[in-house]
């Protein structure tokens, strides 16, 4: 027969406790019933919560077009400076042969 050590038969019940912990709590709410779904309040806060969503998507979707520009404005102001400085060291370049 085998025997267990401590650590194990320990480990076990934790395992058994826990398990039975988790699967004690799944029982349905009593919003989960139909007798409540589909009443008019329901369909219309759903609504409202819905809308006022969208409106926030919007604002923030206006917000990230208004990030994007200033990237884009940036990157291009980045562009003419790395342009310019090709420009120099092509003139430096040019000075060096020509002296």
Request: hydrophobic share 35%.
């Amino acid at each position: 027969m085998v025997a267990f050590s401590g650590k194990k038969w320990a480990f076990i019940s934790t395992l058994i406790l826990i398990v039975l912990t988790g699967c004690s709590g799944t029982r349905p709410n009593d919003s989960v019933d139909g007798t409540s779904n589909g009443t008019s309040n329901d369909v219309e806060a759903l609504k409202s919560i819905i809308y006022e969503q969208g409106k926030k998507i919007s604002s923030i979707e206006k917000d990230l077009i208004q990030y994007q520009d200033m990237i884009d404005d940036q990157s291009n102001v980045l562009d003419i400076y790395d342009d310019n400085n090709q420009n120099v060291r092509e003139f430096r370049r040019n000075l060096e042969r020509e002296v």
